[in-house]
């Protein structure tokens, strides 16, 4: 049984988070309900009570592949930030979605893409806007 880790968000992620979601229309994005999930099991704290090992809204994430020991370096973001750098992932994706509160150190599995799952670990966040002071409310 795969249990998932304990999650922290900001309330300020939390309140823009549902606000996106509200705004989708019903069924239209898959990844919704699995964002929501994610969101009503959070830990909500003021944006300035936040870890710096937590990873936000914005944050870079460096992650280990268990498989294949490969590095790789992901921003996360609203949906309306993705460009074609290959280096965001969508907080609507369900590696988004799964990304959202989690601490540096945990190790989760997330979906592949021709199915299946891989064990990947949050090896360090590189940044962080509450790390780094910009709480844009």
């Known amino acids: 049984m795969n249990t998932r880790p304990e999650i922290t968000i900001s309330s300020l992620d939390a309140d823009r988070l549902y606000k996106l979601i509200e705004s989708l229309p019903a069924g239209s994005i898959a990844g919704a309900k ?13 944006p300035e009570e936040v870890p710096p090992t937590i990873v936000t809204m914005n944050s870079t994430v460096k992650f280990l592949v268990e498989s294949s020991q490969e590095e ?31 601490t ?4 989760i599995e997330w979906p ?3 199915g299946g799952l891989m ?3 949050i090896k360090e966040i590189t940044y962080q806007p509450e790390r780094a002071g910009e709480l844009h409310r």
């Open 34 to 46: 699995e964002l929501e999930e994610e969101l009503d099991r959070a830990n909500v704290v003021e």
């Open 72 to 102: 790789i370096e992901l921003t996360l973001v609203y949906p309306n930030n993705i460009d074609s750098s290959g280096k965001k992932i969508s907080i609507l994706a369900p590696v988004g979605s799964a990304l959202l509160g989690l």
């Open 104 to 107: 540096q150190g945990d190790q």
């Open 112 to 114: 592949k893409p021709g």
């Open 119 to 121: 064990k990947v670990t």
